[in-house]
């Protein structure tokens, strides 16, 4: 890739950043905003109550002018810094509504307003295009709910801390020390390639029912699988056919329609049935680890393939579809 195409392509994810800065940027902003403050919300509402009654560690109740033990310490500072999980977990939520949403109307959008006719009279190709909102999805999006999820759980952790130190526990150099208060995040980054592989059927199916569809491309785009699923588990039950109507629901309908949900290849492994959500901050090595196992299922290479085919029939469709 040349400097041309390289400052073509940075203009591209610039464009695709602008106009849809509220779903990536704002949203999870806004999100973490009001997580934060329900969160503070609630410590100040509750200071008294706890300074009356203590906070509790592991089953065990703590007065909050009582000297922790180096144990306990250690145990609410571990349980702080692995609050990245807990954090991230409706910042996701709402970065696999945004990716949905906006993939689905990637390209309809452009054919509707008749947009597309612009930029196709400028010296950008149908492949540079389609990659810009695939690389915003994939890559710019999670990212930027990444460090939005970074910010939010800080501000929390240390609104908790604060709130404690205030009622005689001080935890403020305990956590400071604590290892994953800084390598959580680089451990929920680990997982981006994960995403970014798991995610391009849905992806895929997306942007190819956003570059062929006239009109309604969300009817076409969940319609189509889940009365397709309807009909099969109908016929399965009605003629006794013994189909595997639970592999066409999971590998079909649920890679299709939520692999943008960061996490959904979770009750694809096996080993993730075992893990220990208890462990002194162990369990966001133990996702990460697990999560990396995705690789070793058929089911992720076959997913890549057949959504790539649907980015590649996107393209083309691109190509040559320019009606409103």
Not at 157 to 174: E, K
Request: hydrophobic share 55%.
């Amino acid at each position: 890739m040349n400097a041309l195409t390289q400052s073509k392509f940075a203009w591209l994810l610039r464009r695709e950043y602008w106009e849809h800065k509220g779903g990536f940027l704002w949203a999870p902003a806004i999100v973490g905003a009001v997580m934060s403050f329900f969160v503070i919300a609630s410590l100040i509402g509750g200071s008294i109550f706890k300074a009356k009654h203590g906070i509790h560690i592991n089953g065990a109740r703590v007065q909050m002018n009582e000297v922790l033990t180096p144990e306990q310490q250690a145990d609410f500072a571990s349980g702080l810094a692995q609050g990245y999980l807990g954090t991230s977990a409706p910042l996701f939520g709402v970065l696999a509504l945004v990716v949905f949403f906006f993939c689905l109307a990637s390209m309809y959008d452009d054919r509707k307003d008749r947009s597309v006719l612009f930029w196709k009279s400028l010296p950008i190709s149908d492949t540079a295009t389609v990659m810009s909102k695939l690389a915003m999805a994939l890559l710019i999006g999670p990212i930027i709910t990444l460090v939005a999820a970074t910010l939010t759980a800080g501000l929390i952790a240390f609104s908790v801390t604060l709130t404690s130190a205030l009622h005689g526990v001080n935890m403020f150099g305990v956590l400071l020390s604590t290892p994953d208060l800084y390598l959580g995040p680089f451990k929920l980054l680990a997982m981006l390639p994960v995403y970014i592989v798991w995610a391009v059927p849905t992806v895929g199916w997306l942007m190819l029912v956003s570059a062929w569809s006239r009109s309604k491309p969300f009817l076409w785009a969940v319609g189509a699988p889940v009365l397709t699923g309807v009909l099969i588990t109908w016929f399965n039950a009605l003629f006794d056919l013994d189909w595997n109507v639970e592999w066409f629901w999971a590998h079909i309908v649920g890679r299709g329609l939520l692999s943008v949900s960061p996490g959904s290849w979770m009750p694809f492994i096996e080993d993730a049935r075992g893990i220990d959500f208890d462990g002194h901050g162990e369990h966001l090595s133990q996702l990460v680890s697990i999560s990396w196992q995705a690789f070793s299922l058929p089911s992720m290479w076959i997913g890549l393939v057949v959504g790539a085919a649907m980015i590649y029939a996107a393209v083309r469709l691109r190509r040559y579809r320019d009606e409103g």
